[in-house]
């Protein structure tokens, strides 16, 4: 298990984050630029070393109600990727204010925890998944190949 310090050395290597004391020597993470009302990330970091990350409902975590997950024992790989996948997770637009994906991307790369890449591609009307030059799945829109790839745990990469 990570001590407190190392937890908060971890934390101060993302600059997307602010730390702010609270009480009983806890400290929470904001993401200012969240484009929603939450902006906490990591939520009372204790000297313990206990402490949640807001995750909301994104696939391969076991977060509670309120969105969080136990952080205690987590390795630093495994810290890591829960804090960036909160912050990518805050700075999506919700669906309703999107502009319609399916206009403006053509062709992504999607990468999972595991360094695993799938490509895909708009290609005659149909949404193309990719694993190197072989065809994985195919989808008719853009939504329906976002929700697979995020269910099997791939992130989208930006360029």
Do not use: C
């Not at 702010?20 to 939450?38: A, G, I, M, Q, T």
């Not at 005659?124 to 072989?134: H, K, M, R």
């Amino acid at each position: 298990m990570l001590t407190f310090e190392e937890k908060k050395a971890i934390l101060a290597t993302f600059p997307q984050l602010t730390a702010k004391d609270v009480s009983l020597k806890r400290v929470n993470y904001h993401f200012e630029e969240s484009l929603y009302e939450k902006t906490v990330v990591v939520y009372h970091l204790h000297p313990n070393g206990n402490g949640f990350v807001f995750v909301g409902d994104l696939p391969g975590y076991e977060a509670d109600s309120k969105g969080l997950v136990n952080i205690r024992d987590f390795s630093e790989s495994e810290l890591r990727a829960a804090v960036s996948d909160s912050i990518r997770y805050l700075s999506d637009k919700p669906e309703d204010e999107a502009i319609e994906q399916e206009e403006l991307v053509k062709e992504t790369e999607w990468k999972n925890r595991e360094g695993q890449v799938l490509m895909l591609a708009n290609e005659d009307e149909l949404w193309n998944v990719y694993t190197g030059l072989n065809l994985e799945e195919s989808f008719e829109s853009f939504k329906e190949a976002e929700r697979y790839l995020l269910e099997e745990g791939f992130r989208p990469q930006s360029k």
